[in-house]
């Protein structure tokens, strides 16, 4: 099955088409939160489907959940540099460098 592109967008980086957006999720954090918030998250998905990725935007330590080449990462893999609060295309790309760099020689 494909993904879905619709109100997504695109950007291609190393010769690689992947979708991203950012989404308002609800969810529950007992690392860092005690109750239910509504932070904002980074969605990340490869064409292919071998990265998916989602990173939590605005919390103390940033860190990812997803897993990359159908291996799945640790519970939460902490990120060793902080997440804007703006999102731009550039991020996307350099973030999406830094996975491939770092995380897929590791799995």
């Not at 489907?49 to 990173?55: A, F, H, Q």
Request: aromatic share 18%; hydrophobic share 40%.
């Amino acid at each position: 099955m494909s993904v879905s592109k619709k109100r997504k967008r695109k950007i291609i980086c190393n010769h690689q088409e992947y979708i991203w957006y950012i989404r308002e999720d609800r969810y529950y954090d007992g690392a860092f939160f005690n109750d239910y918030v509504t932070p904002w998250a980074l969605h990340i998905v490869s064409i292919d489907k071998k990265l998916i990725l989602y990173v939590p935007v605005g919390v103390k330590k940033p860190y990812i959940l997803g897993h990359i080449q159908f291996k799945l990462l640790p519970k939460q893999y902490f990120l060793p540099f902080d997440i804007p609060e703006i999102i731009t295309p550039k991020f996307v790309d350099y973030f999406i460098t830094w996975v491939n760099e770092n995380l897929t020689k590791n799995h």
